[in-house]
Every structure is written in C-alpha cells, then in structure tokens.
C-alpha cells in the first residue's frame, strides 16, 4: 500500500468525542527519525506506523510514537490502527485482528460495541511507595485522606492508578500544571450516573514539562481493569467515562471472559486517505 494518512476518533460516544488518532499505512521505507519527526509535527498524543508484520501470527505491525518518544504499548493506537487497517482493506488471518508491537502480539476483536483489545499483563504492580505516593499526591494536590487506595499498574506506559471515593472527587482534581519528571497518573473513582460505572482521568507529562491530561485512554483503562477485576472491585462488565474535563466524552467497555480482560470502545473515521509526500 502506499503510504497515506487517516485520522480516527477512538472511544467516541458520539462526534469528535473522543481520542483523536493519526495512523500512517506503508511506513515501512521510514526512519525512525522521520516517524518521530512526523508524530512531533501532528502533535496527537500518538501516532502509529503501521508495517508489514515480522511474526507469523501477526496481521501488521504497528510502532506508536508521542511526540518525544515511542511507545511499546498504547490503547487507543491499538484501536485505532486496527480499525484504519481494517478500513483499508486488510483481512485478518485467523478469528481475530493479531497486531504486532513492542510488548509483542496483542489480538484485537469486533464486538457489538466496535473494537476490544486484550489487555497486556501487567509488568509491575503493587502498592507505591511512600515516596511515590507522597509525589503523586503533591502532583495532584491532593492528600492522604482523600486516596481509597494507589497502586502501579504499569502495561507498557509506566501508569499509577489513584483511587478516589467518588466520581464527583475524580471531576474535582485540579492538578500542579507543571509535571515532576515523568509522570503517568491515573485517577478513578466509581460513579451513580445511569450508564456509567467509573469515572476516569489520566495524566502525562507533555512536551516542554507540562501536564497534560489525556482525552480517552486505552492503556491506563486496560491496567486499571487488571486491577478492578484482580482485587474484585469489579465483576462483570462494566463502562468507563473519561474526558469531560478536556471537552471529550469517551467511553470506554471493559469485559472479561476465559481469554482474558478486554477494552473496548467505538472508532470513527474523521479524515481518510491524504496522501504523504516526506
């Protein structure tokens, strides 16, 4: 295929209202530098790379890229580069989309609710440290009293999962702007609004030391279900909001079943088909 661009939309629970994604089809004559180059000038908080895969099982291969760095694993890169791929043409070879990335295959299937990936385990967990804890909390100006509980659910992007009492407490953070190092904090807390179980925010320093706050996020959402279901605050299915604060309103279908936990959400097209002249 030639190479060529597609903007999408992934958890969107309705126009423009949810993560928006760049993915390029036929990067497979691009240098890295070129693909970072590319991701800081687009400026998403990724963008993916799609290639012809290197393992057999594997239906493409796809590297995703932030402005500054590239990432083993993302959520809504996976959606979103499964659902332009399958957009453009490409057939899966077995029952489900078999994606190739840093952290290796990750399958992706349809569902009636558009696209669900497997959650990838977790490569830490656990309790943060005082240290931890009391940085997060200082990040998020928040105190000891008002945390359920914070933990590393780590699946590629380093993530810190913050629990608070409520969803209205999640909608309430207001945090330091200035990001310490390298900071990936998710916020959660359960809701009562009709169609909604929890609540979500995620935050990530961008570039220049700046936090930013992710519109809808697949990674965070995927360790943070690893958790809920592991620790039994969560039993069956169950729905995730995420981005009121930043002007999207995503959600985000999380399920288990014998293959393991999966993250779902709806994909739409914004823009198809531009051609790239690099």
């Not at 385990?121 to 240290?131: D, E, H, I, M, W």
């Not at 969803?167 to 009562?192: F, H, M, N, R, T």
Request: hydrophobic letters at 45%.
């Amino acid at each position: 295929m030639a190479m060529r661009l597609d903007l999408v939309d992934v958890f969107v629970n309705g126009a423009l209202s949810g993560n928006p994604l760049a993915v390029v089809h036929g990067a497979d004559g691009m240098t890295d530098a070129t693909m970072q180059s590319l991701a800081r000038w687009i400026g998403f908080s990724e963008t993916t790379f799609l290639l012809t895969p290197t393992h057999p099982e594997a239906d493409y291969r796809v590297r995703i890229f932030t402005p500054t760095l590239e990432l083993p694993f993302a959520g809504h890169p996976t959606l979103g580069s499964a659902y332009a791929w399958r957009a453009a043409g490409g057939v899966a070879k077995g029952a489900q989309i078999m994606q190739e990335c840093g952290v290796g295959l990750v399958p992706v299937r349809v569902t009636d609710d558009g696209l669900a990936f497997r959650a990838p385990p977790l490569r830490r967990s656990g309790p943060l440290s005082k240290a931890e804890l009391a940085a997060a909390l200082a990040q998020l100006r928040l105190s000891p009293e008002d945390v359920i509980e914070a933990v590393h659910v780590e699946n590629g992007p380093p993530w810190q999962l913050i629990r608070l009492r409520s969803a209205q407490a999640v909608l309430a953070v207001s945090p330091v702007i200035a990001a310490d190092g390298v900071v990936d904090l998710g916020v959660i807390g359960p809701s009562d609004e009709p169609g909604v179980d929890w609540e979500v925010r995620a935050f990530f320093t961008a570039p220049g030391g700046i936090l930013a706050e992710d519109p809808v996020t697949g990674s965070f959402n995927a360790g943070a279900a690893l958790h809920l279901y592991e620790s039994g605050l969560a039993t069956g299915d169950y729905v995730a909001a995420q981005g009121r604060m930043t002007g999207a309103d995503g959600r985000v279908y999380v399920s288990r079943d014998d293959d393991g936990v999966w993250i779902g959400g709806q994909v739409r097209a914004v823009g198809v088909g531009a051609g790239l002249a690099l």
